[in-house]
């Protein structure tokens, strides 16, 4: 059974979680890795430089944007394609996220937050809520049959 007085507070600690996370992944890219270094890394692995920007300002702006709750639940499923492609990359590595080049567990958890927040929806104090019509219709159903 779902609290309703709470879940909306429940939501909005898992959106700050996931939108902190992707800043700080951002981050990770930007302060540590570097560009350069995250581009060598994204061409060790078959996939082309130039994507290393794309994807770290996704994660920039996407987490700032999930965290304030600005359209956060299609940015989440929009963003689902990087860790979904995260855990492609990191699975011959193991469980473990601190195994050597990282497990895949981590972005797993992501992913999987990510689409929690996305069928949950945006929780309290969001700035723009979003409306997901695909997800209405599913939720307009599964009441018309209890």
Same mark, same amino acid.
Do not use: C
């Given at each position: 059974?779902?609290?309703?007085?709470? *879940?909306?507070? /429940? %939501?909005? !600690?898992?959106?700050? *979680?996931?939108?902190?996370?992707?800043?700080?992944?951002?981050?990770?890219?930007?302060?540590?890795?570097? %560009?350069?270094?995250? /581009?060598? +890394?994204?061409?060790?692995?078959?996939?082309? !430089? +130039?994507?290393?920007?794309?994807?770290?300002?996704?994660?920039?702006?996407?987490?700032? *944007?999930?965290?304030?709750? +600005?359209?956060?639940? !299609?940015?989440?499923?929009?963003?689902?394609?990087?860790?979904?492609?995260?855990? &492609?990359?990191?699975?011959?590595?193991?469980?473990?996220?601190?195994?050597?080049?990282?497990?895949?567990?981590?972005?797993? +958890? &992501?992913?999987?937050?990510?689409?929690?927040?996305?069928?949950?929806?945006?929780?309290?104090?969001?700035?723009?809520?979003?409306?997901?019509?695909?997800?209405?219709? &599913?939720?307009? *159903?599964?009441?018309?049959?209890?």
């Amino acid at each position: 059974m779902i609290d309703n007085r709470f *879940a909306p507070y /429940g %939501v909005l !600690a898992l959106r700050i *979680a996931l939108g902190v996370m992707f800043i700080a992944h951002a981050y990770l890219k930007l302060a540590v890795f570097t %560009v350069p270094g995250f /581009g060598g +890394f994204l061409g060790k692995i078959g996939l082309p !430089a +130039f994507l290393a920007w794309p994807i770290i300002l996704a994660e920039l702006l996407g987490g700032i *944007a999930i965290l304030v709750g +600005f359209y956060g639940r !299609a940015i989440s499923l929009a963003l689902l394609p990087i860790l979904l492609g995260a855990v &492609m990359v990191h699975a011959p590595n193991g469980w473990l996220f601190n195994a050597p080049n990282g497990g895949w567990e981590y972005p797993a +958890f &992501m992913a999987l937050t990510g689409l929690a927040y996305t069928l949950i929806g945006d929780g309290a104090f969001a700035l723009k809520r979003t409306e997901l019509p695909m997800f209405n219709r &599913m939720q307009n *159903a599964a009441h018309s049959e209890t």
